[in-house]
């Protein structure tokens, strides 16, 4: 078998000669995603079961955010164990033997520890013992920063191929006495299988990424490691680790920057709102996705919402959003996906594909 390949041009070809005939393998410039996976926790938390804990209402947490119930994971599962099972059922998908992963990138804001990165526990676990394994803090943001660092790294002949995984345990960071937060947020972990496209106009058309840190105080959870550590108990109190948040003012942001993301992305690929098939947008909020889907000129029918059934579940809100999807039909062969999303930082993504 000989290899044959130009590499001067910028959608170039590989391929192979098998039994006297040239077989070729175009080798484009951007990545496709191979494959897909997801889980989340059995347990089910119901806006019902929050009136029990908090003061508010069933109807009030409908009416503000289309949250009707969320998933909540035991306390002995971590974000590893939650991660690597949505990076099997990705790995199997693929049919790719942890071995031959060449990147694990994994996007969290609840790590089990902060030492080391939980990469590296993703890949000890599956055993992906070639693979180079680390951590992006994008927030929710970070699924989509993580895809396309990926795309960096393979496009530039680093790697071949790469599993990013999105694995949140927000109910760990949640403060369940705070009612502006705790209705909020819910579990779950995605995945997908990465590797260069070998189909012209396949896989991801456009990104876009952006961060503003001079917004960072809207949405952040202490404590800093820049601070010496409490002995004091109501220091330790103070100190929680629980999430806060300026909601009104996160939600005027979020709507502005996913609305960015959206005309970044389809400019850069040329495309216009109409040609986009499916809508997978980062789900804090339905009002936030509507307005998005509104500026964007995609009717409803055209969104991915899972909000109502998970609640915000950070940057596991995307590929969790695609996997299931893809398992119902809604995005097939040829299907143009759009995905954009906004989180802590602040942060905002979008990327445009073409499955
Ligand atoms: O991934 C990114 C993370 N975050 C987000 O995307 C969140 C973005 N923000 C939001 O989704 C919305 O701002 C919230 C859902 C958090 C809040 O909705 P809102 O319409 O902006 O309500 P608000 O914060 O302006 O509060 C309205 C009222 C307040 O009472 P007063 O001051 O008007 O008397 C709150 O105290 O609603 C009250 N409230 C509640 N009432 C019942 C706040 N939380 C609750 C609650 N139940 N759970």
């Not at 070998?198 to 800093?224: K, N, T, W």
């Not at 004091?232 to 005027?252: L, P, Q, S, W, Y």
Request: hydrophobic share 45%.
């Amino acid at each position: 078998m000989e290899l044959w390949g130009d590499g001067a041009t910028k959608a170039w070809s590989i391929g192979f000669t098998f039994h006297d005939q040239e077989v070729p393998v175009v080798a484009t410039d951007t990545i496709r995603l191979v494959s897909t996976g997801m889980w989340t926790p059995s347990r089910v938390l119901t806006n019902a079961d929050l009136e029990r804990m908090v003061d508010t209402t069933s109807d009030w947490i409908v009416e503000r955010t289309g949250i009707h119930e969320r998933r909540i994971a035991d306390d002995d599962i971590g974000v590893v164990d939650m991660g690597c099972n949505a990076a099997h059922e990705a790995l199997a998908e693929a049919g790719l033997d942890p071995s031959g992963v060449d990147a694990i990138i994994v996007s969290t804001a609840t790590p089990d520890r902060l030492l080391p990165a939980t990469a590296c526990d993703i890949q000890a676990r599956l055993g992906a013992n070639q693979a180079v394994a680390f951590d992006l803090w994008g927030a929710c943001s970070g699924w989509l920063y993580a895809l396309n660092v990926a795309r960096g790294l393979i496009l530039s002949g680093q790697i071949e191929n790469a599993l990013c995984v999105a694995t949140e345990k927000m109910s760990a960071i949640t403060d369940w006495t705070d009612r502006a937060t705790c209705v909020l947020f819910g579990d779950a972990a995605g995945a997908a299988v990465v590797q260069r496209s070998d189909r012209e106009g396949r896989g991801i058309l456009a990104s876009y990424m952006r961060s503003d840190g001079s917004l960072a105080e809207l949405l952040h959870r202490p404590p800093s490691s820049a601070q010496p550590i409490p002995i004091d108990i109501a220091e330790i109190a103070h100190r929680n680790g629980f999430i806060r948040m300026a909601g009104r003012e996160v939600f005027k942001n979020a709507v502005r920057s996913m609305c960015e993301a959206v005309d970044a992305v389809l400019e850069q690929a040329g495309i216009s709102k109409d040609d986009v098939d499916l809508l997978v947008p980062h789900q804090a909020n339905i009002r936030i996705i509507e307005a998005t889907a509104k500026y964007a000129n995609i009717g409803m029918d055209r969104v991915w919402v899972n909000v109502d059934r998970y609640g915000n579940t950070s940057s596991a809100t995307i590929p969790v959003g695609l996997h299931e999807a893809r398992q119902v039909g809604r995005i097939r062969d040829g299907s143009l996906v759009l995905m954009v999303t906004f989180g802590a930082g602040l942060t905002w993504a979008g990327a445009l594909l073409r499955w």
